[in-house]
C-alpha cells in the first residue's frame, strides 16, 4: 500500500474522539466566529435522537475534521475545519451533562470528560478564539451567575436551547445518539499545506442543488434495485415533467403541501423544509408519496404549457394565469387536481381561477407586491371555498383605487388586460399601440392643428406622463400598426378604422385626442376593468401590505440606527406599537397566558419551552407569575417560530398580522424572502 506523507485521515467515533488524550482543540485566530443559529441544532438534535432509536448497526457521519498537531508541554490540536460542529456538540453535552449532574453522577462524569481536561476541571477542551473564549467557557462551565447580565452569544443561545430540550429521564438516550457520532479525522503534518487542503475539502465543483439534495435523498438508504425502481417508475418521470424547472416544483409543492411560506434565503431551504415534511422514507411510504410526487409533476406540466390541457376555457385561464408568473402556483396546482379527480366542479375552477387574476392584476396595478401571498391561500381553502374567497377578497385592492391607479399609472401586462377588455385573447397576434406616442416627433399632432412642437412644455410632460396609462393604449393588427407607428391622431383614425378590434376601431369616432380624450377613456375602461376582474366577496378590508403572522419572516441583520422591523401589528384587530419579534414574543406569551393558557402550557409541554416551572439555568427570564416563567435568551428565529406556533394552538394566528417597516420591507426583498 502507498501511504500519503502529509496527511493521516481515519475513520473514528467522534465522542471517543473528544474525550481521549490531554490535548487541547483550539480555534485559530483566523477562524470565523461561531454561527450555528438554533435550527441547525434543531436538525442536530433530531438526527441525534434519530440515530439512538436505531439498532447498533446505524451510525450518524457528521463529515470531516479537519485539524494540526502542535508539540510542546500542552499539545494542541489545532482546529482548521470543523469548529462549527464541534464547538455545538460540546454545547450539546455541555446542556446534558449539566442536567443530569445532580439525578445521575455516574453520566454526569462521563459527560465531563468530553468537555473538560482530565488535568484541570476548569480547564475546557475546546478553546475558541480568544475573543469569545470567556463566554464559551462560562456556558460549558456554567459559571455565571444570576447577577451577571445578558446573554446574549449564539452559545448562550444555542446551550439555552438545547438545555430546554433535554429532560433528565431522556438524557440516557440522547448520549446513546451522541455515541453514535462519526466523522473523519484529517490530521495534517509539517509538510502539509492547510489552506490548500482546506480548500479541496471545501470548493470540489459546484454545491448540490436542492432538487439534487432532495433526490439523493429519496435514494439513499434504500437497495439498489429498489433505488432502480424508483428511478425510473418516479423520479425520472417528474424531472420529464418539470424540465428546468424542478426546483421550482418542489418549492411550489411543499409550499401547497404545509400551507408555509418555503424560505430560500438559505442555500438548502427546499431541502430542508423537504426532510421536515417527509423526515423517514421508508420503501412502501416512499412508493406511496412519489406516485403523488409524480401525480403533481404532471399538473406542473400543464401549467408550464397551459396548450395540453384539452378544456379550452381551463386552458386559456392557466394561460392568463401565466401571465403572471409562479406567484400561485401552489394554490393552482391544488385546485387543478381537485378538479381533475372530480372533487370540484369545472364552474368552481374556473372562477378561482379568475379570482386568482383579478387578485394578481390588481394588486401589479395598485404597486403591491404580489409574493407570500399564497400560503395564506391555501391555508384558507382548507376551511372550504367560502374561506378562500373572503380571503382573496381582502387582499384584493378596491374598485376605487383600481380605477385612480389605472388613470395615472403604467399599465402593466398591457397585452393581456386590453386582449380581455376588447374581447380577443387569443388568436392572430396583435401589437400593443400607443395612440399619443411614447416619444413623438416635432410635427406630431392630436388634432391636425398644432404639432407637437408648439405645445407648452407642461402640455408635453402631460402627454408623456399619460403615454403608457390605460387610456392611452389599445391593440392593432401587424400590419396596420407599422402604418400607424409615429404618425399623427388624424392619419392614425383612418388607420383604427380598418382595424377587426372593437376596442380600436371605435377611436376612429374621434375628432381628436390629447389629454382630456385620454382622461375620459381610462374612466371608462376602467369601469370594464373592474367588471372583468372582479373583487371577490363583499369584505370591505383593504389589507394594505399586512402579512400574516404566520407568513412574517425573521430579519438577517439590521442596519445600524434602525431599530423598528414591523411598523406594527394587528393583534385581532388591536393596533400594537410592536417595532420587532422580541417585543411580540414578549406580549404574544404574556397576553395568551391571560387569555388562553391552556394553550400555552400544551405548546410549550411539546416544544419544551419557553415557558417554565423554574429558572433552570442563568439568563434573560420574565415572570408570567409567581411560579412561571418565560425565558427571553433565544434568538429572533426562535422567537418568532415560537410566537407562530402559540398562535396556531391558540387558533387564532389567522387573525394576527404585521405590517413590515419601509427599511423591513426593504430587507425582507433583498434577502430574498
Given at each position: ?58 451510525m ?55 468537555l ?29 451567575g ?13 446551550y ?15 448520549w ?30 459546484e ?13 439513499m ?24 424547472s ?88 391544488r ?54 374567497v ?19 399609472s403604467?399599465?402593466?401586462h ?5 386582449g ?68 399623427s ?65 425573521h ?54 419551552g ?64
Amino acid at each position: 500500500m502507498v501511504r500519503a506523507t502529509n496527511v493521516d485521515a481515519t475513520a473514528v467515533n467522534t465522542i471517543r474522539w473528544l474525550s481521549a488524550g490531554d490535548w487541547t482543540i483550539v480555534v485559530p485566530v483566523y477562524q470565523r466566529q461561531y454561527r450555528w443559529d438554533i435550527g441547525a441544532c434543531e436538525q442536530l438534535l433530531s438526527d441525534i435522537r434519530e440515530v439512538a432509536d436505531l439498532d447498533d448497526r446505524h451510525m450518524h457521519f457528521i463529515g470531516s475534521i479537519l485539524s494540526s498537531t502542535t508539540a510542546g508541554d500542552q499539545p494542541e490540536l489545532v482546529l482548521i475545519d470543523g469548529q462549527q460542529r464541534i464547538t455545538t456538540i460540546m454545547l450539546l453535552v455541555a446542556a446534558l451533562q449539566h442536567t443530569v449532574r445532580e439525578s445521575d453522577p455516574g453520566l454526569a462524569a462521563e459527560l465531563a470528560r468530553v468537555l473538560v481536561q482530565p488535568h484541570d476541571a476548569d480547564a475546557t477542551k475546546l478553546r475558541p478564539h480568544r475573543a469569545w473564549a470567556e463566554v464559551f467557557e462560562d456556558v460549558v462551565l456554567d459559571r455565571r451567575g444570576e447577577g451577571d447580565g445578558a446573554r446574549d452569544s449564539r452559545f448562550d443561545d444555542n446551550y439555552a436551547f438545547f438545555r430546554s430540550q433535554i429532560s433528565a429521564d431522556e438524557a440516557p438516550h440522547i448520549w446513546r445518539g451522541l455515541q453514535k457520532l462519526e466523522h473523519v479525522a484529517i490530521t495534517l503534518r509539517a509538510g502539509a499545506n492547510a489552506q490548500q487542503i482546506f480548500e479541496s475539502l471545501n470548493s470540489t465543483g459546484e454545491p448540490l442543488r436542492d432538487h439534487e439534495l432532495i433526490h439523493n435523498y429519496v435514494l439513499m438508504g434504500l437497495s439498489h434495485d429498489e433505488q432502480r425502481e424508483v428511478e425510473a417508475e418516479y423520479w425520472l418521470p417528474i424531472e420529464r415533467n418539470t424540465g428546468d424547472s424542478i426546483a421550482e416544483f418542489w418549492r411550489q409543492y411543499l409550499i401547497m403541501t404545509t400551507g408555509r411560506e418555503v424560505v430560500v434565503a438559505r442555500s438548502r431551504g427546499v431541502y430542508d423544509t423537504f426532510r421536515q415534511v417527509f423526515p423517514r422514507l421508508e420503501i412502501d411510504d416512499l412508493r406511496s408519496h412519489a406516485a403523488e410526487w409524480r401525480g403533481y409533476s404532471a399538473i406542473y406540466r400543464v401549467l408550464l404549457e397551459p396548450e395540453r390541457e384539452t378544456d379550452a376555457a381551463v386552458s386559456r385561464h392557466l394561460g392568463h394565469l401565466g401571465v403572471f408568473g409562479t406567484a400561485v402556483r401552489p394554490l393552482v396546482m391544488r385546485v387543478y387536481r381537485d378538479w381533475r379527480e372530480g372533487a370540484l366542479e369545472r364552474a368552481d375552477l374556473i372562477r378561482t381561477l379568475e379570482h386568482l387574476q383579478a387578485l394578481l392584476l390588481r394588486r401589479t396595478v395598485a404597486g403591491l407586491d404580489n409574493d407570500r401571498l399564497v400560503a395564506r391561500l391555501i391555508r384558507a381553502r382548507e376551511g372550504g371555498e367560502a374561506d378562500l374567497v373572503t380571503a382573496i377578497s381582502r387582499i384584493t385592492p378596491s374598485d376605487e383605487r383600481i380605477r385612480a391607479a389605472l388613470k395615472y399609472s403604467e399599465l402593466p401586462h398591457a397585452a393581456y388586460v386590453l386582449g380581455r377588455l376588447a374581447g380577443v385573447d387569443g388568436g392572430a397576434p396583435l401589437d400593443v399601440e400607443h395612440i399619443v406616442p411614447l416619444s413623438p416627433s416635432e410635427s406630431w399632432s392630436g388634432d391636425g392643428v398644432r404639432a407637437w412642437s408648439e405645445y407648452s412644455e407642461d402640455e408635453q410632460n402631460s402627454h408623456r406622463a399619460l403615454a403608457t396609462t390605460l387610456g392611452n393604449l389599445t391593440l392593432l393588427e401587424e400590419e396596420l400598426s407599422l402604418r400607424a407607428f409615429d404618425a399623427s391622431f388624424p392619419e392614425k383614425r383612418a388607420v383604427y378604422g380598418r382595424s377587426a378590434v372593437g376596442l380600436t376601431s371605435d377611436l376612429a369616432q374621434r375628432e381628436s385626442w390629447g389629454t382630456a380624450a385620454i382622461a375620459e377613456r381610462s374612466a371608462t375602461l376602467g369601469q370594464r376593468f373592474v367588471e372583468i376582474w372582479a373583487r371577490p366577496g363583499a369584505t370591505l378590508i383593504d389589507d394594505d401590505g399586512l402579512t400574516p403572522i404566520l407568513d412574517a419572516v425573521h430579519r438577517r441583520g439590521w442596519p445600524r440606527g434602525w431599530e423598528r422591523e414591523w411598523d406594527y401589528v394587528e393583534y385581532r384587530g388591536e393596533h400594537w406599537e410592536v417595532p420587532d419579534v422580541k417585543y411580540l414574543f414578549n406580549r404574544v406569551f404574556k397576553r395568551l397566558w391571560a387569555d388562553a393558557r391552556p394553550a400555552v402550557v400544551a405548546y410549550s409541554a411539546r416544544r419544551g419551552g419557553p415557558v417554565y416551572t423554574a429558572q433552570s439555568w442563568n439568563g434573560q427570564w420574565d415572570r408570567l407569575d409567581d411560579d412561571t416563567w418565560l425565558y427571553m435568551g433565544w434568538d429572533s428565529s426562535y422567537m418568532l417560530s415560537a410566537v407562530q406556533g402559540l398562535l396556531e394552538e391558540a387558533g387564532i394566528a389567522a387573525e394576527v398580522f404585521v405590517k413590515y417597516s419601509y427599511i423591513g420591507t426593504a430587507m425582507n426583498k433583498v434577502s430574498g424572502r
